[in-house]
């Protein structure tokens, strides 16, 4: 029998959610069954329904094999830098740099910005995995690898939960710069549907099957006779989306040969601009109603030399 306390980071998650994370190697299909069978309890309490959602102080007890855990892996630190922009107890906004992922991908990067991150907090003393059951320090949004800006990361399980909620409902707002090919004279708003595939998207104008809808607003700060400096507010936040959806109007991003530019990397893009635009209530974070962090790209300055 294995005993838990849950703390504040393992709250407020479904109890199956919990159990399948914490016995990462228990077959579906043994846990629930485990569930059926008294292998579960609550506070001394026998709980068959895997829906129950975990309190604060909640003691479990379970009756498994000791198979079914995998004990914990120890942490590797990595000394990689990052590039603080704020830092509070909750969150820290982290500017990124081109050319590094934000996790591990297919070719098995290890020099990931999580790692860095999660090393960063774990010297610092506030992440400690050896105490963790279900939760590390992760991050809210993502970019791909060669783009750069501001990624939010969280440092518990409760901040997270609110910064997601809020990204749904659009109550942070997030903007980017970019360089996109050919001379655009006018602001818009641009909404398609975009279709993942196995290595990029597509964009169509009417919907296809497994296809979901986007919006894109963008703002001309600057064009040539070749190229255009713009402000991108996302109201959906799609994979690829930018990049795709200004692909599908004939103007990609400079640099972005995935998606027809015909000038050679780095592609320009920038995540430059976050806004906490609470309208309703945030708890812990509720601080960072109404408060903006910027920041500029490097081809920002250099927009009218670009070859």
């Not at 501001?150 to 990204?167: C, D, H, S, T």
């Amino acid at each position: 029998m294995r005993e838990i306390k849950i703390n504040s980071n393992d709250a407020m998650q479904r109890l199956d959610k919990f159990l399948t994370k914490y016995m990462n190697n228990i077959p579906q299909s043994m846990l629930y069954k485990g569930l059926r069978k008294n292998c579960v309890r609550v506070n001394g309490k026998h709980v068959k329904d895997g829906k129950y959602m975990l309190k604060d102080g909640d003691i479990l007890s379970l009756y498994f094999k000791e198979e079914f855990y995998s004990g914990k892996k120890q942490f590797k630190l990595n000394y990689g830098n990052i590039d603080i922009i704020y830092e509070d107890e909750n969150i820290l906004l982290i500017n990124k740099p081109r050319g590094i992922v934000v996790h591990a991908d297919d070719k098995g990067s290890s020099d990931t910005l999580l790692a860095r991150m999660q090393s960063y907090l774990y010297v610092k003393g506030e992440y400690r995995p050896g105490i963790e059951h279900s939760f590390a320090p992760a991050f809210a949004n993502r970019l791909d690898r060669n783009t750069s800006g501001i990624i939010i990361g969280v440092k518990n399980a409760p901040a997270l939960r609110i910064i997601n909620e809020k990204i749904r409902t659009r109550e942070i707002k997030k903007f980017y710069l970019c360089i996109v090919e050919g001379c655009i004279e006018k602001s818009g708003t641009l909404s398609a549907f975009l279709t993942r595939g196995e290595k990029k998207v597509s964009v169509t104008d009417t919907r296809t099957e497994n296809s979901k809808n986007i919006i894109t607003h963008y703002t001309v700060i600057s064009s040539q006779s070749d190229r255009s400096l713009l402000e991108i507010e996302l109201f959906t936040g799609r994979t690829h989306q930018i990049r795709a959806q200004m692909a599908h109007i004939g103007h990609p991003l400079w640099g972005d040969i995935k998606y027809g530019s015909i000038h050679k990397p780095p592609m320009r893009l920038a995540s430059c601009k976050l806004c906490f635009d609470f309208s309703s209530d945030a708890g812990i974070l509720n601080y960072l109603r109404g408060k903006e962090f910027q920041i500029t790209a490097d081809f920002f300055k250099t927009f009218s030399q670009e070859k």
